[in-house]
């Protein structure tokens, strides 16, 4: 008897131990890897590239800096995710999809659970909307769509290759003088947001995410030569100051929030513009350290077509977006918002242009609630908003402030202050926008 | 005349063509207002969203309806003396019509080309895309 009651002993010691190699196995830590790649421009001079951002029909006529795919990994151990941050004006739902088919076998290999793909939104770049082509034409350029589609899969794969443990820590930064709101009231975020990993292995190097809720359009709108604008000189900046890997993110920028001109030459203004920025990021403290526990919320939502235009686009096959008509026969468009969540730092991708007053809330009766406030409710104290993530769907605005032009809508400005209106998708769209965020906050 | 009227059925078709076509016409008024009101669930909506799509905006089934009970007493009343020529152009014009009609209604990525012509003369006319 008294030997059993032993051997039993031992076999629930040994379970215990087996248990605790098990936990050790599970221990969860931040891992985290960086990719780039440089798009090439296509030399097929019977196919034009227009450059994007502007006015239509403008061929591009030379290049200042090609633009580039920038890839971060992250997991925590048991989830994990890739930020691809592109240097284009935007990237509609249809070529998101396209990069997520691009990497579904990656997918499957890797378990990442969450593919998400931003635009830094250069008005200096390859026309990847297909909206600055001329009249009635898309002027995307199919060979450059390809290679920016395999160059952001790439990149994926290169920063899922070059993962390696580390820490993972968040700070923000005030700027000043860095930023104009082209329309009243005069609201933007002046904070630069940082992650910075840090890795364990110090022959690798660290990885920083830097946002910053200005237009990429330093260069201004003379410039017909392409060029990642200031997004691309604070990385290279950083990436030698530092050694880290950098990618850029932009915040809420609608409303319409740019950098001032600081110089009268586009190219110095450009620099000089970086410089400032790049020097408020590597002003920046450590900041504080988030657990490593990830949780992602993806929510597709419809909104509705009411832009005219925008109507046109899709008829002519340009916008990319799943778009039906309803029995009242408005158009509904499909896109998406997905909620990261690091430690207690909530990373919010929007689809679109969103104007920083949606944040932080207008406090009017008929616009949503802010969704600081909302994200507050569920107990996110920090919230750090990426803008153009995972489509690209125009302006979003608070509808109390959302006027048309009565005669030409879409197409004309109303009096006052009212551009943004011409290339939103239409009044509903805030509300839908902070409904879908509450409906990711409850999955999560 | 009097032959035209002494035959009843033909009198019959056209009122028929035009009674299906203001029929046609209310019931999408109605299912639109009708829905709006009830403010009915979205599998009901997408019902009657089928039925709307399938059956009222479908050229094909818009031109059966109306077209040929149309076309069909439009001959007929072409066979009648005084009636010959303006029921010739009435007949094309009918057709003419419904082509057009037709194209109107056609969608092309989901999209109906009524509610695009508009902004296509308007993109024109201003001479592209501006800004983002």
């Known amino acids: ?444 | 005349m009097r032959r035209f009227f002494s035959k009843n059925w033909i009198a019959a078709l056209v009122s028929a063509s035009v009674m299906t076509l203001t029929a046609a016409v209310m019931a999408r008024l109605l299912l639109r207002h009708i829905s709006l009101f009830l403010s009915f669930d979205h599998q009901f909506r997408a019902i009657f969203a089928q039925i709307h799509d399938g059956v009222l905006n479908s050229p094909v089934v818009l031109m059966m309806a109306i077209a040929f009970p149309a076309a069909w007493g439009l001959r007929k009343l072409g066979k009648c003396k005084h009636w010959r020529i303006p029921a010739g152009i009435l007949w094309v014009l009918l057709w003419l019509l419904l082509l057009i009609s037709a194209l109107l209604l056609t969608r092309v990525n989901g999209i109906r080309f009524a509610d695009v012509l508009v902004s296509l003369l308007d993109v024109l006319q201003k001479g592209g895309f501006d800004g983002l």
């Open chain 1, 1 to 444: 008897m008294k030997k059993y009651f032993f051997a039993a002993i031992l076999v629930a010691v040994c379970l215990l131990c087996g248990c605790q190699t098990r936990e050790t196995n599970t221990e969860q830590v931040w891992s985290a890897g960086f990719g780039l790649v440089t798009l090439e421009l296509p030399t097929d001079p019977a196919q034009p590239l227009y450059i994007a951002g502007y006015h239509s029909g403008r061929e591009i006529t030379g290049v200042l800096d090609l633009q580039q795919a920038r890839a971060l990994w992250l997991d925590d151990g048991s989830t994990s995710m890739v930020l691809i941050a592109v240097d284009c004006v935007g990237l509609d739902s249809g070529t998101v999809t396209r990069i997520r088919e691009e990497l579904s076998d990656f997918c499957r290999d890797t378990g990442c659970d969450s593919i998400n793909v931003v635009s830094t939104h250069t008005h200096a770049g390859v026309d990847t909307l297909g909206l600055w082509g001329p009249v009635a034409m898309n002027g995307k350029n199919e060979a450059f769509m390809q290679t920016l589609i395999r160059g952001a899969a790439t990149a994926a794969k290169v920063a899922y290759e070059d993962r390696s443990r580390g820490s993972l820590r968040y700070v923000t930064m005030p700027t000043e003088a860095l930023q104009e709101d082209s329309r009243d009231p005069q609201v933007f975020d002046s904070d630069l947001y940082q992650l910075r990993f840090q890795p364990e292995d110090p022959a690798k190097h660290g990885i920083r995410l830097i946002s910053f809720a200005a237009h990429a359009e330093a260069l201004r709108s003379e410039n017909t030569m392409v060029s990642r604008d200031y997004p691309g000189a604070v990385c290279d900046i950083l990436a030698k100051e530092t050694g880290d890997d950098v990618l850029y993110v932009p915040g809420a920028i609608g409303g319409l929030i740019m950098t001032p001109r600081l110089k009268e030459n586009p190219v110095e203004n450009l620099q000089v513009t970086a410089q400032r920025i790049a020097n408020r990021a590597l002003a920046a403290k450590e900041g504080r350290a988030l657990a490593p526990q990830m949780s992602l919320s993806r929510v597709e939502f419809e909104t509705e077509l009411d832009n005219t235009l925008f109507q046109y686009y899709k008829f002519l096959g340009i916008l990319g977006n799943p778009v039906r008509q309803t029995l009242f026969g408005e158009y509904r468009l499909t896109t998406e918002l997905t909620l990261i969540r690091l430690g207690d730092l909530a990373l919010l991708l929007l689809p679109g242009e969103v104007f920083p007053e949606l944040v932080g809330g207008t406090g009017k009766e008929t616009d949503p609630p802010a969704l600081q406030d909302v994200a507050a409710r569920y107990g996110l104290e920090d919230l750090m908003v990426i803008g153009l993530a995972n489509d690209e769907i125009g302006y979003i605005l608070p509808p109390s402030d959302f006027v048309l032009n009565e005669r030409l809508p879409y197409l004309s400005e109303a009096e006052g202050d009212h551009y943004e209106e011409t290339n939103s998708v239409g009044p509903d769209c805030a509300w839908d926008l902070v409904e879908a965020f509450e409906k990711a906050l409850k999955m999560d």
